[in-house]
């Protein structure tokens, strides 16, 4: 089975312009989540597509946004770039999401890394 | 939202030499995955082990979801296990969940 695909694999944009990433999940599954990682702050959760619904979001502010589309794949959106948004921005997939106490193992793509100049 | 702590923060080992990562969380967890992040930033999965004992080769991992603790062991190592580990988790809840919440993670230096 082929594994995660993310594009574009490097991007470089200028402050106050958008972007958008892309993810494939693995066939069959159905949940996308995204992450942002950064030296300084880590690896930080988005936020989580399943069934073309966000089910949850992390802790950033409204410029960053996604969809899932009926065939799973997401994207996400950063508006009005800020140098902050500059980091390695990572998409795992899985079966479902979670439900109740039944959680599923995340497998993540070889990541999208975004330089905002 | 749930706490993950990894220790230690840097390890460098001599080739041979087996290794212990910890990994503490502050709550319970339907999901604990431990990864190894190769040079170019993909995060490869090592175990799925929210609870119990795993192995695969030179690797083995344990969680006692009672004591909130996770562990790493890597025997015999070779250069190539050099990188970062992650311990990341998720958080039991009756409703929706979080993503996975990462630790700092460990770097992993091994030299010949």
């Known amino acids: 089975k082929a594994g995660v695909t993310q594009t574009p694999r490097y991007l470089i944009k200028t402050r106050g312009q958008q972007v958008t990433l892309s993810c494939s999940p693995i066939?069959?599954?159905?949940?996308v989540s995204w992450y942002q990682q950064t030296p300084g702050q880590g690896l930080q959760f988005l936020f989580e597509?399943?069934?073309?619904?966000?089910?949850n979001k992390g802790n950033f502010p409204g410029r960053f946004s996604g969809r899932q589309f009926s065939n799973s794949r997401s994207e996400m959106n950063v508006s009005t770039l800020e140098l902050g948004d500059s980091a390695l921005y990572l998409c795992?997939?899985?079966?479902?999401?979670?439900?109740?106490?039944?959680?599923?193992?995340?497998?993540f793509g070889p990541g999208t890394r975004l330089t905002v100049t | 939202g749930i706490q993950v702590e990894q220790s230690p923060p840097d390890l460098i080992l001599q080739e041979g030499a087996n290794s212990t990562l910890r990994c503490n969380f502050s709550?319970?967890?339907?999901?604990l995955q431990w990864f190894h992040q190769n040079p170019w930033g993909q995060l490869i999965n090592l175990f799925y082990?929210?609870?119990g004992t795993k192995q695969n080769g030179r690797l083995s991992a344990t969680t006692v979801a009672t004591e909130r603790y996770s562990l790493l062991y890597i025997s015999s190592s070779q250069t190539t296990d050099s990188g970062v580990y992650f311990c990341?988790?998720?958080?039991?809840?009756?409703?929706?969940?979080?993503?996975?919440?990462f630790g700092k993670g460990t770097h992993l230096i091994i030299q010949p």
């Open positions: 795992a997939s899985s079966l479902a999401t979670t439900l109740g106490t039944v959680s599923y193992e995340q497998y």
């Open positions: 066939s069959g599954h159905r949940s």
């Open positions: 597509y399943f069934s073309e619904t966000q089910r």
């Open positions: 709550d319970s967890v339907n999901n």
């Open positions: 082990i929210p609870s």
């Open positions: 990341a988790a998720r958080m039991y809840s009756g409703g929706g969940a979080d993503g996975l919440t």
